[in-house]
Structure formats: C-alpha cells, structure tokens
C-alpha cells in the first residue's frame, strides 16, 4: 500500500520542478492509495487533483484546500460525499464506479449544499444509481448543477425535479429500507472491502511469483577457498593438538614489533588503530606464542624464549593507542635491548623497485621553482671565472714583457768586445 507523503509528492510534481507553495495540479493516480492525506497542509493552492483508480474509502483532509476546482475520485471505495463544504471554488467532482448505496445518496447531496459553484457531478456506476427517481433527486436537490453524469440540465427538467423533490425524497427512504433488508454478504460480491482483499491477494500472489523466478534463476557458487581459509586463520586458536606451535598470522596487517630488554623482559608493541574502543581487542598469551586479535582478526606471533603468562602486563597507550604486551622470560636472563621480530613494511619486490624508481626520479627531477637562481649562479660563476682568466693572462703578459726587455738587454753587444779573427 502506498501513502501520500510529501516526496512522493515532489516526485509527481516534476513539471513544477518539485515547488509545493504553488502546485496547482498533480496526478496520484494508480498507487492503491488508501488514505487522503498532506495534501490540504503542503498543496494549498492546489486547482486540480486526481486520485481516480485507489482504494480509497472516505474523503478527508481536503478542508484546507480552498482553491480547488476539480477533484476526481474514479473508481475508489467511496461511500459518503463528504468533507468537501469549505471546498468553495469545487466546479467539478468525479465519483464514477464507487460504492455510495442509497442509503447514503440523501446525506451524501446534503454534504454538497454549500458549494454553489459545483457545475458538473459524476455519480454513475454507484450502487445509488439503481434508485429510479435518483436523477430528479439530485437534479432538484442541487438547483445550480448543469450537467449530471455527463448528461446535460435543461431548464424544464430542473422545474420538475423540485417540484416532485419532497415526493422523491418519501420514496427514497422507503426504497433505502427495503433494500437494507435485502442485503447480504456475498464474497463474490463487487464490494469496498473485497476490492482491498481482493488486492491483497494480487500483492501476495505476485509476491510468491517473484520469489519463485528469484530461487530458480540463483545458482548456488561453491564457496571460495581463499575466503573460507582467511575466516579459519582469523579465528582464535583455543588448542594446538599435539603440543605444536601455531603457524604465525597477521591478518589484521598490523604493525608490531617484538624486543628483549635488559630486566628479562618480551616486549611486543602492537599498532593498533589508535580510537579503536578496547572492547573490541582481546589478548591470549602462551608460554611460546601469543594472540592478540583485533576486530575478529587474529595477529598470532611466537615469542623468542619461553614466557610467563601469568606475569605479563599488557597496557593502551593512550598517546596513539598501541597495545604493549610486556612478558617476563622463563629463564630472567636479560639481554641489550634489541629488535627480535618487527612487521615487514615492504616486502613486495615490485614495491621495492617501484621505491627506488621513484628516488632516481626525484634526484634527477629539475626544480623549476629555482632554475632562475641556477642560472644566474652558473653565469655570475662563469662571469668570475672569464675575470679571473683575464687577469691571468694579463699577469702572464706582464711577465713575458718583462722578460723580453731583459732578453733584449743581455743580446746587446758590449763596444769593448775585441773583434773576430
């Protein structure tokens, strides 16, 4: 069953763009509604509204609604018209294939005396049309009424039909009774409350349908074996049979780390998630090996000697949340503390070639940012260097001057010199 709530409203007034405030038309046909319901307090400015095809029994909750023109109640479980006097701009309302019985049509007419702008009404298909003078009744009863069942008023028809109303109406009441008498229970009867059952029946046949093709279109898949041996390792180890050591595990994939201290101590600090709630961590230590499982998964490490489990200490640290076990040694030798065991970061070759690739690449990465500030250093360093060069080869000039001048004095030839023979 479906009930009116304001999204299933939004959703049919898409062509509104989902606005309540001022929907004036909206279409809540075909749901099998069974109650009129946040209409009149989110859609006040509503004009038009159809509900025909529901199964809805009585109008209600539509006091509110003080703008609306047409209201269509088509094949519903209707048996009184009421709830509709403060409806004052009502043109239009369709009751076609509901369930008034006669008894009801003389109330049912009274509940419309106060909308005098009703034109058009819609009552066939009503167990209340089979009374013979229900034309004239209707017809005399609401004087403004211009069209009854589709059928137009002429002027003549609505002089008569006032004129006989108190003789109809006589006739009316003794046809009610008799028929109440005549009335009986029937299932097969088209009826309000065998239109319900009857779509309850549908609801559960179709129900039963679906489930029948959902069991035989599934194929059972036989059960993964990786997935069926990580639940068997993340369990708890209660025994090892025959005295044997438990395979380790770390199925949580947490850090840890396993050191001897000076006092004869096995210390394993556990990384455990550091807002995890210390419910949710159980500890078990063995004389060998120890269990730490965390959210149902279990970290099991062997300890380097034997172990007192009576002795060990285990605390939170509340800084970051990890778990430290604190075991004393069997045997109360102390050794410098140590790293015996510590979890493998990146054991993964490819991990560790990937690393490494990504190293080179950051080495011989070029910091764009400070390419100008190289440049400018490479050249001033260029600059220094041609300057220093130059004063170089100006030293060196200097000096091969000065050492011409007194190569030049020493070839000079002295007067005194005897001549040669």
Sequence with gaps: MTRITVDLIRKKSEHNDGILENLEEISLHQLNIQRIEVLGSCCKHLKILYLQNNLIPKIENLRKMKELVYLNLALNNVKLIEDLQSCESLEKLDLTINFIPIKNLEKSIDGLQNNHRLKQLFLSGNPCCEFKGYRKFVVGSLPWLESLDGKKISKSERILASQDLLTIKSELRKFAGQVDQKTEEDDDKFSAENRVKWHQEDLEEERRRKEEQEKAMFIKQPPDPLKEARKQMSKKVEYTPGGKLPAQ???????????????????????????????????????????????????????????????????????????????PKASGKGVKSKIINKAATNTNPRKKARDLDLKERDRLAVDYKNIIKE??????????????????????????????????????????LPDLM
């Excluded at 959210?295 to 007192?308: A, C, Q, S, W």
Aim: charged share 30%.
């Design 249 to 327: 595990r770390n199925m949580p994939r947490v850090k840890f780390e396993i050191k001897e201290d000076e006092n004869g101590n096995v210390i394993a600090t556990i990384h455990a998630p550091k807002y995890l709630d210390t419910s949710l961590i159980e500890v078990d230590i063995h004389p060998k090996w120890f269990q730490c499982i965390i959210k149902g998964k279990n970290l099991l490490l062997h300890t380097p000697e034997d172990v007192h489990p009576d002795k060990s200490k285990i605390q939170r640290l509340l800084h970051n949340g990890h778990l430290k076990i604190t075991m």
């Design 375 to 416: 440049n400018n250093k490479k050249t001033s360093s260029i600059d220094e260097s041609l300057h220093t060069g130059f004063l170089s080869l100006g030293r060196n000039y200097s000096a091969l001057a000065s050492a011409g001048d007194k190569e030049e004095e020493i070839d000079e030839i002295p007067d005194d």
